[in-house]
Structure formats: structure tokens, C-alpha cells
């Protein structure tokens, strides 16, 4: 019996300030750099724009319905447990990830060395394959607040899976 899936697609974004004395923490890993994201949890922008499309692929909402950034127990959450959460609301669902594409737009610092640990990092948080997640990072060509490096933004787009019960 040939095995039958439904599919969703889902997008989330995310932008958080650059602030001096802050760990700067995306994709899931910490990056050297003299400034952090400054946000109610880590800041992890790039996981938060996943978590986003993670959550709107699934028809659930979105992260600050989940994680309400009122709330004192996210506070400085470490976003890695925000996303296994988010997983894991999505298993009850039985959505699994098929794929995820991640753009990380900063000026500063150079992330391409540090894409290939992002992207073991969420795949294994996801428990998928490596190949399954792809990270690209942008600058934004000197424009803006992430051009002035007084920010950093993501883009996330994922699409998930689900077996349809046979009859
Ligand atoms: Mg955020």
C-alpha cells in the first residue's frame, strides 16, 4: 500500500536588537561577537522565525501565543527548549518536518562559518537530517537598522508532513 501524506507550508520572521553585554545566540548556537539579541528569552531570532512557521504550517498560531513574552517563565529562555515545545505540540498533531529553509539577515558579524552548526544544531533539535535544513545568511547591503548593524532578522520557511489515515 503506497503510503499517503497531506502537506503545509508555513513562514515565520523575527528581528531582535543588537545590544552591548548579550551573548549573541542564533540558530540555536553561540556566535563570538561583541554585541547580543536582546529579547525576553535569548533573542534567538532565527529560531524564533522557524518556530513561527513551524507553528503556522501546523495551523497553530504563532510563537507569542505559545510563549507569551509576558510570561516569567520565558524569561531568558533558552530558545533550543522553546523549539523542542514547539516539536513537540506538533507531534500531537503528527506533523513531522519535511524540509526547512532559513535566512539569517545580519551585517555583522560574518556568519558563513558558522552555518553548518546552525544547521547540525536544528536538525537535531528537529531529529531530521542534516540536508533536510539549509541556513543562508545575507547582509543587508548597509540598509537599515540591520544595515546599520543595530539589528538582526530571520526568515524561515518550512514545509511539513503528515500521514493520511487510511480508511
Ligand atoms: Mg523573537
Redesign the pocket.
Known amino acids: 500500500m503506497d503510503l499517503q501524506y497531506e502537506y503545509r507550508t508555513g513562514i515565520g520572521t ?3 536588537r543588537l545590544v552591548p553585554d548579550r551573548p549573541l545566540k542564533l540558530g540555536g548556537i553561540e556566535i563570538p561577537f561583541d554585541r547580543g ?1 536582546l ?3 535569548d ?3 532565527a529560531l ?2 522557524l518556530m513561527d512557521a513551524l507553528l503556522g504550517a501546523a495551523g497553530l498560531g504563532d ?1 507569542g501565543m505559545m510563549y507569551p ?1 509576558t510570561a516569567p517563565q520565558w524569561k531568558d529562555a533558552d ?1 533550543r527548549a522553546l523549539l523542542l515545545g514547539v516539536k513537540e505540540r506538533l507531534e500531537k498533531d503528527r506533523w513531522e518536518p519535511v524540509n526547512i529553509d532559513l535566512i539569517v539577515h545580519a551585517e555583522e558579524p560574518k556568519l558563513g562559518p558558522f552555518k553548518g552548526q546552525m544547521r547540525r544544531c536544528i536538525a537535531g533539535l528537529l531529529d531530521i537530517d542534516f540536508a533536510c535544513v539549509n541556513v543562508k545568511a545575507k547582509t543587508n547591503e548597509g540598509l537599515g537598522e540591520i544595515g546599520r548593524g543595530e539589528a538582526i532578522a530571520a526568515t524561515a520557511a518550512v514545509l511539513l508532513r503528515r500521514r493520511i489515515r487510511s480508511l
Request: aromatic share 0%; hydrophobic share 35%; no cysteine.
Open positions: 523575527d528581528i531582535h539579541l529579547g525576553h528569552s533573542g534567538d531570532a524564533h522565525a510563537i513574552d530558545s
